[in-house]
């Protein structure tokens, strides 16, 4: 783990030791666990690089931001890359269950950061009743089935099922979910990366994104580049650079898996100069070359 972040791959080797078979060519990643009695008792606080939306059952205590919560029957907990939290059981029994998904899993179906219950200052954790407990458990039970299935289109599906757990726990407490007074590093953090987004997906390669660099965005934004690097890094943990390159590292792979473009017109498309640069880049982030990647997954 780095600076208290646990990212998927720390997930997985922590709880069984090895990743899923297709992970290292997935573009985005999701998952669905059964939660059953366990030796673990608490989550000490921090950030995830993930997100994790859980069903929680028995007596637990929550604690996010500066706020905690004690449930003594049913929670459901938004866990958001940008929100440390920790938990702990208060009872012996916890069940339950919870899907957790990558930053890049939504990235070319819906941009779920418009939303209020992912503004960093929303309500995360939501007290249940039974029908509540009910409905959501429905909802798991489709994820559960449908992840098991050979339909080629059902991640479509579990993005879907994903939508419908998240309108149904915004439908449960309207009003917490208003945003109000939102700080200026949250509206830097939501312009940036509004902009970055719209850069893509990229359709045509005569298409040729226009910003790149830090430089770029600090100018759209109207603040030094100092500021823009310190804020993101306050509110995401995770520098200016490393935000752009990582959704340029997203889109390169989606063009390589779903067009025929050749390198250079994909490297263009990019805002690389020279086409060499882009295979450093694409080296760097997936210790292969653009071509090696393309031809594992013809």
């Not at 059964?34 to 859980?54: A, L, M, N, T, V």
């Not at 919560?69 to 938004?78: N, Q, W």
């Not at 269950?97 to 939504?106: E, R």
């Not at 990366?193 to 830090?214: A, C, D, G, W």
Request: charged share 25%.
């Amino acid at each position: 783990m780095n600076n208290n972040i646990e990212n998927i791959e720390d997930f997985y080797k922590h709880k069984f030791n090895s990743l899923p078979l297709t992970f290292a060519n997935e573009l985005g990643h999701f998952n669905v666990f059964k939660r059953g009695p366990s030796k673990i008792k608490s989550i000490k606080f921090g950030r995830r690089d993930f997100f994790k939306i859980s069903l929680l059952k028995g007596k637990i205590k929550i604690n996010y931001l500066e706020k905690s919560i004690i449930s003594d029957k049913y929670v459901l907990l938004i866990s958001d890359p940008l929100v440390p939290y920790s938990w702990e059981t208060l009872e012996d029994s916890l069940g339950g269950a919870y899907c957790i998904f990558s930053k890049d899993f939504f990235f070319d179906f819906v941009d779920i950061r418009k939303y209020p219950l992912f503004k960093l200052d929303a309500k995360k954790a939501f007290l249940l009743n039974e029908q509540n407990v009910i409905d959501i458990e429905n909802i798991y039970e489709k994820m559960f089935k449908e992840i098991e299935s050979i339909y080629i289109y059902k991640y479509d599906v579990l993005r879907n099922l994903v939508l419908e757990l998240i309108h149904y726990v915004m439908k449960l407490d309207l009003n917490s979910l208003i945003h109000k007074d939102i700080d200026t590093n949250i509206t830097i953090t939501t312009k940036f990366n509004e902009i970055l987004q719209r850069q893509f997906p990229i359709e045509s390669p005569y298409q040729r994104v226009e910003l790149k660099t830090p430089s770029d965005f600090s100018n759209v934004l109207n603040i030094h580049t100092n500021h823009l690097n310190k804020t993101l890094k306050t509110t995401t943990g995770r520098t200016t650079s490393e935000l752009i390159a990582t959704r340029f590292a997203q889109e390169a792979t989606a063009l390589l898996k779903h067009t025929s473009w050749t390198i250079s017109d994909i490297a263009y498309a990019l805002k690389f100069e020279e086409t060499s640069h882009f295979i450093n880049f694409f080296k760097k982030h997936f210790n292969q070359t653009p071509k090696k990647f393309r031809d594992l997954i013809k």
